[in-house]
């Protein structure tokens, strides 16, 4: 029995430990979404205009794209409202 205890305390530690891990991996990706924002030259004053689609900034997968009916355009990041800043990408499924 007491040899159970022993084993037992550093598994369940390990276990807690490996856990907590992913969970914070899991939140850090869940962090690392933001809306897409299109660019647009015609625009009266904001030329990075916010579309309602989420895209993630850091892992490189295909460009993130927004449709408005009539064009295709590529998202980026918000780099102040008078322009727009790096490419947004695709979030996997």
């Not at 990075?48 to 490189?60: H, L």
Request: glycine share 8%.
């Amino acid at each position: 029995m007491k040899k159970m205890r022993k084993i037992a305390l550093p598994l369940a530690v390990l276990l807690l430990g490996a856990g907590s891990a992913y969970a914070t991996s899991v939140v850090k990706k869940n962090s690392l979404v933001e809306n897409g924002y299109r660019f647009d030259p015609l625009a009266p004053v904001e030329k990075c205009i916010m579309t309602e689609k989420s895209c993630q900034p850091d892992v490189i997968t295909e460009v993130c794209t927004w449709s408005d009916g009539v064009n295709t355009h590529n998202l980026l990041q918000n780099a102040g409202g008078t322009s727009c800043g790096n490419p947004l990408y695709e979030i996997p499924n």
